[in-house]
């Protein structure tokens, strides 16, 4: 089965820019929606960014719109998650998860494989 593994986590400042990366493995990433979820202490996991296989299709939650840009390179077999502007709001651990021949869902239940998570920490 398919494998995810996150990174490009730390710690930066209100403002700052972060790129989180998303390898996959098991020879199936180009069939995939590839999704970003973040989780807080305390809190559900959340739907942050989508998609498409192709990239044709993207989709964002309200809060991150206009903020954070999602991609990938089916080359490498990777996906990523360009984060600017970034806010304290913005902390959480930060999930990849593949849904083969998704459709950019925003729900986890949707999502077949995921990743261990990087931690994403933004101070004042």
């Known amino acids: 089965q398919a494998q995810l593994v996150e990174s490009g986590g730390g710690l930066v400042q209100a403002g700052d820019s972060l790129r989180l990366s998303c390898r996959s493995s098991g020879g199936i990433y180009g069939a995939y929606t590839m999704g970003w979820f973040r989780q807080a202490p305390g809190q559900e996991r959340e739907f942050v960014a989508a998609i498409s296989w192709n990239g044709a299709v993207t989709y964002y939650v309200d809060t991150v719109k206009g903020r954070f840009i999602v991609s990938r390179d089916n080359a490498k077999n990777t996906a990523y998650l360009q984060m600017n502007s970034l806010k304290p709001e913005d902390t959480a651990v930060y999930f990849c998860?593949?849904?083969?021949?998704?459709?950019?869902?925003?729900?986890?239940?949707?999502?077949?494989?995921w990743g261990q998570g990087t931690q994403v920490t933004v101070s004042v």
């Open positions: 998860a593949a849904d083969l021949w998704g459709d950019c869902a925003d729900t986890t239940s949707k999502y077949d494989y």
